[in-house]
């Protein structure tokens, strides 16, 4: 009997390692690569069923990971575009519910590829076009989409007019993209809001709220802020009250830290904003306890590196890496009362001293390292450096299981944070 013959399939890794060599030789931010592909794509962006655009400096995901909960929970079909991934590309795609399957990315990304024919263009405008394709050939009741970077020419802003959109906190980060002041910041972060599309707000300081205000004024996109149109507050016991046009009380949000009840009440906000969405109070409070976002106050109780902890320690997990992060994480670990050690690394794009400068009170011990396989990282050293300019005792650590057994102590926990780089390394060390 002679040998079936079948076509293979290239593996994505390999496309995607293709499409990072087609990268400009000088950034310019702009719309025109990503529209000239989608065009050749037959503009999928198009033919996406009701987008839920969100951007924003820090709560993006978790915004979205509590939208997808509660849409869910209520029998919705959602697709899901988040940036970076932790562990493997695949997660930023998620079709219907369910992660991407290898064989259908690797035939998006080389039909990307081929209509791209060889031209200058980022890897995320590519691979924004990949997941656009996906959304389009695929039924699906909402697609929720998370901004890159900015905003205003990221290469999600194609969606002519998305059903909602979202700002969740802007604070500073990538200043050598966005501009020097909240206010630069903001104004890119609000190029995503578009003519008469209702744009929920999230908790903003008060440069960024009134730039927000201003844009909106321009584009006649009602507003529905928090403070303002809604609101949340902690309940006795630790449940969630939300208070907007109607008011729900709830259970506990299922990611940790006090700052998930504004992102919680920013996904409620949403629904509320949502055409045709009836919200039940049951489907809601299932969402609550099904949300999940990992590389978030996420505690690690199996794996190799929890065996490099003395005994009744605990290791905990985050990405946060700008200064707003720093300060939630902050507010977390105050409320542990009981010795804290760092496992520290990050970019070199973000500032370790604005990052570090709010933990600084809870801190017994800073074990640095960098990250693994990162050409962006900062060095150990470079770590340390910013860590002891701020009084906290550091010190380097050749490889993450060194780092989060310098950096424990019996009884204590342990907190790995500054990039979700970082976290995505140790969630795949740790199995």
Request: with cysteine; proline share 6%; charged share 20%.
């Amino acid at each position: 009997m002679g040998a079936r013959l079948t076509r293979r399939r290239v593996p994505s890794d390999r496309i995607l390692e293709r499409l990072l060599t087609l990268h400009p030789k000088l950034i310019d931010l702009s719309l025109d690569r990503v529209v000239r592909l989608l065009k050749t794509l037959g503009d999928p962006q198009d033919e996406l069923p009701p987008v839920i655009h969100v951007a924003g400096t820090n709560g993006k995901g978790s915004t979205i990971a509590f939208l997808r909960a509660f849409l869910e929970a209520s029998g919705k079909r959602v697709h899901v575009y988040t940036s970076p991934h932790l562990v493997r590309f695949h997660e930023r795609i998620r079709i219907a519910g369910k992660i991407i399957p290898e064989n259908m990315l690797s035939a998006l990304l080389a039909e990307c590829e081929r209509a791209n024919a060889g031209q200058p263009i980022t890897f995320f405008e590519i691979t924004t076009a990949a997941a656009f394709l996906a959304f389009a050939r695929k039924d699906a009741d909402y697609a929720l989409i998370e901004v890159g970077l900015g905003g205003r020419f990221d290469a999600t802003n194609v969606v002519a007019r998305p059903a909602v959109a979202v700002l969740t906190p802007v604070s500073l980060d990538h200043q050598h993209f966005l501009g020097e002041t909240i206010a630069a910041i903001t104004f890119e972060k609000a190029g995503i809001l578009k003519p008469g599309v209702p744009a929920v707000v999230g908790p903003q300081m008060p440069d960024a709220a009134r730039v927000i205000a201003d844009r909106a004024a321009e584009l006649h996109a009602p507003l529905y802020r928090y403070g303002r149109e809604w609101s949340v507050e902690h309940a006795e016991g630790g449940g969630l009250i939300y208070r907007g046009r109607r008011t729900f009380d709830l259970p506990t949000p299922g990611l940790i830290g006090p700052h998930q009840y504004d992102n919680a009440g920013t996904a409620l906000a949403v629904l509320e904003c949502l055409r045709g969405f009836m919200l039940d109070p049951a489907a809601l409070a299932r969402g609550m306890g099904q949300v999940e976002w990992p590389g978030r106050l996420q505690r690690l109780k199996h794996g190799p590196l929890i065996k490099a902890l003395p005994a009744s320690a605990e290791l905990w997990l985050d990405g946060a890496h700008n200064a707003a992060g720093g300060e939630a994480l902050a507010r977390f670990v105050a409320g542990w009362r009981r010795p804290t050690g760092l496992v520290f690394g990050m970019i070199k794009t973000h500032d370790p001293t604005a990052f570090l400068a709010p933990l600084v009170p809870y801190v017994r011990r800073l074990s640095a390292v960098a990250i693994p396989g990162e050409a962006n990282t900062l060095s150990a050293e470079e770590c340390v450096a910013a860590a002891r300019r701020l009084g906290i005792n550091a010190a380097s650590a050749k490889t993450l299981r060194e780092a989060v057994a310098a950096a424990s102590v019996a009884g204590q926990r342990t907190l790995i944070c500054g990039s979700l780089y970082l976290a995505g390394k140790v969630l795949a060390a740790n199995g």
